[in-house]
């Protein structure tokens, strides 16, 4: 079945601290991956997209993200987090089941800490 | 960059009503629109997608005739809740895809039926 899993749905870190935030999926063939974040209340901002080429991309706000074939992952991360990244993040990926769609795994809601 | 306007962005009914919720994308024409539901802390669960000029293509599990979701030009799609209930409380967020672009979202709209 295709799916996309953000297995942690709260990551509590410390402002300056690295974060990692997790996403797999289940999917046939190749997919586009994608990052988004929501602030309360408010629609998605894209962070970053994945369609082909380098496996590491670079997005806005000094997050990256990887992806790994062999793993169906891609995971998001940011060397020093800053209080105002507190949010709600959701990874994305594009399935094509005739049509193409966008379907999101569960969100990881993150937390920093002063 | 690509825009999308979602209006209104928040709206109170009484049950029994219909309510319309509008989608444009205002710098860019897009063929294929997506609406998306949101509970409170949880996911955004695909519900359709609005293809330009013809029928929507509903998600497993939702109800046709609750939803109505008209595409009838390239910037604009609206999703009508139909004889709301509180249960149809939730908030709802469209996408427009944008070919070689991605995903670009509107801010979403709260609806509240009492």
């Known amino acids: 079945a295709q799916s996309v899993t953000q297995p942690d749905i709260h990551i509590t870190v410390s402002e300056g601290a690295s974060l990692e935030l997790r996403c797999n999926y289940s999917?046939?063939?190749?997919?586009?991956l994608f990052w988004y974040v929501q602030s309360p209340g408010q629609g998605l901002q894209l962070l970053l997209k994945?369609?082909?080429?380098?496996?590491l991309v670079q997005g806005i706000k000094g997050f990256e993200a990887e992806f790994k074939r062999s793993q169906s992952s891609f995971n998001l991360r940011k060397p020093s987090v800053h209080w105002s990244d507190a949010a709600e993040y959701f990874c994305?990926?594009?399935?094509?089941?005739?049509?193409?769609?966008?379907?999101f795994g569960t969100g990881t809601r993150l937390l920093v800490s002063p | 960059g690509a825009v999308v306007s979602q209006h209104p962005s928040w709206v109170i009914c009484k049950s029994g009503t219909s309510v319309k919720i509008e989608c444009r994308s205002l710098?860019?024409?897009?063929?294929?629109m997506f609406w998306y539901r949101q509970f409170p802390k949880q996911s955004l669960m695909l519900m359709a997608t609005?293809?330009?000029?013809?029928?929507?293509?509903?998600e497993q599990g939702v109800e046709k005739d609750k939803f109505l979701i008209n595409h009838a030009s390239l910037t604009l799609s609206t999703l009508t809740v139909t004889s709301a209930h509180p249960e149809d409380s939730s908030f709802y967020i469209c996408?427009?895809?944008?070919?070689?672009?991605?995903?670009?979202f509107g801010s979403g709209t709260r609806l509240t039926v009492v």
């Open positions: 710098d860019f024409q897009a063929t294929t």
């Open positions: 999917y046939g063939a190749t997919p586009y």
């Open positions: 994305g990926v594009e399935m094509n089941t005739g049509f193409q769609k966008l379907v």
């Open positions: 994945y369609f082909s080429g380098d496996t």
């Open positions: 609005s293809n330009e000029g013809s029928k929507a293509t509903y």
């Open positions: 996408s427009a895809l944008r070919q070689g672009a991605g995903y670009t």
